[in-house]
């Protein structure tokens, strides 16, 4: 590969956690609260945050076996090629496609959660929400049009104020917390019943969305120092930290405030705050929530605009955007092919059917057959080197798959068929690819 393609190695192991907790949180759990708390009918959804937990940890174990094995730009791009040998670049080529559609939308979900809370402090019509959620992402790609060391040091910045948010959250309401309230299960009114576990499913799927972002880190590989080492422990420190902040803000709602007021809420973190403090109280924190917002959706492009890049200069996709800035050396053609569109559809969709396509179109092409790769890999070249290997395997990642089927069959029928539909769709121009352009040999 040519020096002037080569990206830099400036991420630090603080600066790669940042950027995936910042990434994960988002707008993520103060959206998707609400919609948690009313399926499971109370202190239930409870389960339905520590599923995610469990799911991101053996997940994530995953994760750090590529990310420390190959740590590349375009994450998955590169682990499916490398996992499933002659049928890795079919499989790489699925991740790209459902990138394409995925990608904008995991950003266009952001801007428009962004949006719909800033209705708390400003009443915007439908169409000034649209607005915002555009403006939204023209401004995120303007932010990350610079050095990679730069946006090390943004993160670290953006981190700090996720945190902190949270933290102030529930020390907020440790005065106030009504345990009783908080863990009283039994107001859930659920059996063990069929309608139970597709709750949980569903619940699930929205706690996971908060969760996502836990891998952001191996888009980056080529952009950590030290990798072998600080993709795994990057990996494992974010969902840890994310975990206790989210078992223990959602909590310290419950016990603030009735169930069926939170299911109800908009803007719940808003309302929280208004609540203990008063109405001025809950204007800052909606601003900080909106900075936290900010900050995920540039973790989000940061990662995602790395993927084509990987294709492009593979041969598998448009050599345009295997193109560096050649000042700042960053793949600037894919980030601005991203954003614009996520521009679009951040103007298109609604955030409850984003979020749900969000998940349900990624469980089989990615985090399923990454899962079963990263088995078949162990079993066929057993003396491969692997920097990271996971305790007790194969069960990590025997638990990850389960529990990523069990999210997808529990969903929305419509959305699964949407799930398989993108990959016929994406087997069929691989095919016509294939047939109409000779690939470019592989350096």
Request: glycine share 8%.
């Amino acid at each position: 590969m040519n020096t002037d393609t080569k990206l830099e190695r400036g991420l630090s192991l603080a600066q790669a956690t940042a950027i995936n907790m910042i990434d994960m949180v988002g707008i993520g759990p103060f959206v998707t609260i609400p919609f948690i708390v009313g399926l499971m009918k109370g202190p239930m959804c409870i389960l339905a945050w520590l599923l995610g937990a469990l799911l991101a940890y053996m997940d994530g174990m995953v994760w750090a076996e590529m990310g420390s094995k190959w740590p590349e730009a375009g994450g998955s791009y590169v682990f499916l090629q490398r996992l499933f040998g002659k049928r890795g670049r079919l499989m790489a080529f699925l991740f790209t496609w459902q990138t394409s559609i995925q990608a904008p939308l995991v950003v266009a979900s952001g801007a428009i959660g962004f949006a719909q809370y800033l209705t708390y402090l400003l009443p915007l019509t439908a169409i000034q929400q649209k607005m915002v959620s555009g403006g939204l992402v023209i401004l995120l790609v303007a932010l990350l049009y610079r050095n990679i060391k730069s946006i090390g040091r943004i993160s670290i910045f953006f981190g700090v104020i996720t945190g902190g948010t949270i933290l102030w959250l529930i020390l907020s309401g440790v005065p106030h917390f009504n345990a009783a309230q908080a863990f009283d299960w039994h107001s859930s009114s659920w059996d063990l019943s069929t309608l139970f576990y597709v709750a949980l499913g569903q619940a699930s799927l929205k706690a996971v969305y908060s969760y996502l972002g836990y891998y952001n880190v191996c888009h980056l590989g080529a952009e950590i120092k030290n990798p072998e080492r600080n993709i795994p422990r990057s990996i494992f420190i974010s969902i840890t930290l994310i975990a206790i902040l989210y078992l223990g803000m959602q909590s310290v709602i419950l016990g603030v405030l009735p169930w069926q007021d939170v299911a109800k809420s908009d803007f719940i973190v808003s309302t929280y705050f208004e609540h203990i403090y008063g109405h001025t109280t809950g204007q800052i924190a909606t601003l900080l929530i909106l900075c936290i917002a900010l900050a995920s959706l540039f973790a989000v492009i940061l990662g995602y605009s790395r993927v084509p890049y990987a294709a492009a200069v593979d041969g598998n996709f448009f050599p345009a955007f295997a193109k560096l800035h050649p000042k700042y050396k960053f793949p600037y053609i894919s980030l601005l092919a991203l954003g614009g569109v996520a521009f679009v559809f951040s103007l298109l969709f609604k955030l409850k059917d984003v979020i749900t396509a969000i998940i349900i179109m990624r469980i089989l092409i990615q985090f399923v057959s990454q899962a079963v790769g990263v088995i078949a890999w162990h079993y066929s070249r057993k003396n491969d080197l692997r920097p990271f290997r996971m305790p007790l395997f194969p069960l990590p990642a025997i638990i990850s798959i389960i529990i990523w089927l069990f999210i997808f069959l529990t969903s929305d029928w419509k959305f699964m068929l949407g799930a398989f539909g993108i990959i016929v769709s994406g087997i069929v121009l691989f095919y016509i690819k294939e047939t109409l352009y000779t690939p470019r040999p592989q350096s």
